[in-house]
C-alpha cells in the first residue's frame, strides 16, 4: 500500500482512541491528581509506568512521550513530510523551549546560554533561537521571545504546506488550517501585548499577513490602539469588548471545525493525517491543563470556563 495511503488508514483507524467532549469534561471534574490519572490509564497505558512519579511533572513527560510517538511514527509513514509532521510535535515543546532561551538571554551567562543554545538547536529550533535573540536584542522584551518561536513555525507550516503539492480539496482545507492558526496567532499578540504595555513596533512587527479572518491593513491599525477595547473595535469586532474570551473561543471551534473535517472529511491525503495529529495535540494540551488545574486544586467550573480549548 502507498505511504500515504497507508498513513490515511492507520489515522483513520485511531478514531476510537481520540476522547470525546464528555470524556475531556469529566476529566476536568476530577477531585483529585490520583482519580484523574486512573480515568486516563485506558486511553494513555503508558501513564501505567508513572509509580512514584504521581504529579503533574511525571505526567506531562508521559504524554509528551505517547504525541512523539505517534508523530515519529507517521513520519516514517510520510518521511516527505516529516518536516510538517515534527513542526506539529515542537508546538508542543516551544513553549518550555521559548523560556530556556529567554532565561539565557537575561542571565547573560556565555557558557550557560551555549549550552541552551546547543540543545535547543538539537530540538530543531535553529531558526527560533536567531529569531528569539533578534527580537530580544532589538526590543530588551523577554516576552517577545516566545511570540517569535511561534511566529517562525508558524511561516515555516505555511512554507511547507504551499510546496507539498497537495491539491484541491487538500490544499483548501491545509490552507484554511493555517489562516486560523496565523488568525489566532495575531489576535493573541494584539490583545496581550497591549494587556502589557509592549511596545507598538515591536507588536506590529511580529504580525503574520494572510490569516483567514483578520484583514492585516486592520491588524496593524490595532495595534497601534491606545487600549485593548478599541483594538477589538479596529478589528470589526466591537461586540466582543465585554467578552473577549469568547472572541478567542470563536476562532477555537472554527479551527477545529476545520480539523475534524479534514480527519473526519473523507480526504485520502495529508490532510487527514495532520488533522488526526493536531486533533490528538489538542487533546493532550487540554489533558495537561486539566491535571495543572487538579494539582492546584482549581475547581472544575473553572476549568471548563478558562483554560480549555
Known sequence: MAGISYAVVKAAARKGRLLSEQQILDLASSKEFKELVNKLKDAYPSLLTLGALLNFEGIEKAMYEAFRGEVEEFIGMLPKAGKILRLLEQEMEEGKASQELMGALMEK????????????????????????????????????????????????????????????PASEVLGEYVGLKVDEFNLTTVIRGIKNDIRRDALEELLI?????????????????????????????????????????????????????????????????????????????????????????????RIVSEFLF
Not at 499577513?209 to 490602539?225: I, M, S
Not at 477555537?252 to 473535517?261: K, S, Y
Not at 472529511?265 to 494540551?285: H, Q, R
Open 209 to 301: 499577513p494572510d490569516g483567514r479572518r483578520f484583514d492585516y491593513r486592520l491588524l496593524r491599525e490595532a495595534v497601534k490602539a491606545p487600549d485593548v477595547e478599541k483594538a477589538v473595535i479596529a478589528l470589526g469586532c466591537g461586540a466582543y469588548q465585554e467578552d473577549l474570551r469568547s472572541l478567542e473561543r470563536g476562532l477555537e471551534r472554527e479551527l477545529r471545525a476545520v480539523l475534524t473535517r479534514a480527519y473526519y472529511g473523507g480526504y485520502t491525503n495529508l490532510a487527514a493525517v495532520v488533522g488526526y495529529l493536531e486533533l490528538k495535540k489538542a487533546e493532550v494540551m487540554n489533558i495537561l491543563r486539566i491535571a495543572n488545574c487538579v494539582s492546584r486544586g482549581i475547581e472544575a467550573k
Open 109 to 168: 551567562k556565555e557558557k550557560e546560554y551555549k549550552d541552551v543554545v546547543s540543545r535547543l538547536r538539537q530540538m530543531g529550533f535553529d531558526e527560533e533561537i536567531k529569531e528569539g535573540e533578534r527580537v530580544f536584542q532589538k526590543y530588551g522584551v523577554p516576552g517577545l521571545v516566545a511570540s517569535a518561536f511561534t511566529r517562525c513555525r508558524l511561516l515555516k507550516l505555511r512554507k511547507l504546506l504551499e510546496r507539498s503539492k497537495e491539491g484541491g
